[in-house]
């Protein structure tokens, strides 16, 4: 079936820094990727939704300029937090549309950050 | 935009029981429905799914009903078992594969 591997799964950074988090369909091409934040014992709220080879959309209340999202190719999308801080500590999730698979949704496998 | 509200946010329930978790969803345009079960630390796992033009629909012990009218959908699992202790997430959005919105997350326990 269609996967979507999702790097790194885990993560540690300091204050101030940036971190990049990618996401590779492997057997199809993701033309649409939705990127996703959950904290702890929440819901996933959806942080914007990237379209190869054009500007990701992103949802009210989510700084662009904080959220980097890049989709330059159809099975690559990246995720930078940058200047990152204690309170963006979070699991960070990517979901491809995927017409091949029920529902036409698939998670990457998560990546927890947590920003000291 | 759509707002969907899931409830209970904790259920306990007796191995063997069943257990029903309940959504709404605001947005009439809505027409696509899907379940997702999450473990600790893992992605989600779409476990079911129903499409607005269809009121209920059955895999094995689980169940999804519809009421469009209502704009009210419900997840029912029969005959529980320890291994579906998990987060069980609703959703809503238009067709498969668009943008969905998720419930807030119901915490399932069923007790040896």
């Known amino acids: 079936g269609a996967v979507v591997s999702q790097h790194p799964s885990r993560v540690i950074c300091k204050s101030g820094t940036s971190v990049k988090i990618e996401c590779r369909s492997l057997d199809f091409q993701a033309t649409t990727m939705f990127w996703y934040r959950q904290f702890p014992k929440q819901s996933l709220m959806l942080m914007a939704t990237?379209?190869?080879?054009?500007?990701?959309?992103?949802e009210q209340g989510v700084e662009k300029d904080k959220f980097l999202i890049n989709h330059a190719s159809l099975t690559l999308s990246t995720l930078t937090v940058t200047s990152a801080h204690p309170e963006d500590s979070s699991f960070y999730i990517c979901s491809a549309r995927d017409s091949g698979v029920q529902g036409g949704y698939t998670f990457g496998s998560g990546t927890r950050l947590t920003v000291v | 935009g759509e707002n969907v509200e899931q409830h209970p946010s904790t259920l306990s329930v007796q191995e063997g029981d069943s257990a029903v978790i309940k959504c709404t969803y605001s947005d009439s345009a809505s027409n696509y429905f899907p379940w997702y079960k999450q473990e600790l630390g893992k992605r989600p796992q779409l476990i079911i799914d129903?499409?607005?033009?269809?009121g209920e629909k059955k895999d094995q012990r689980i169940a999804v009903t519809l009421n469009k009218t209502a704009k009210h959908f419900s997840l029912h699992i029969t005959e529980t078992q320890p291994e579906d202790s998990a987060v069980y997430f609703c959703a809503a959005g238009y067709n498969a594969g668009n943008m969905l919105t998720f419930g807030g997350g119901t915490r399932l326990m069923v007790k040896p």
């Open positions: 129903i499409r607005s033009n269809v």
């Open positions: 990237s379209n190869e080879g054009s500007k990701a959309t992103y």
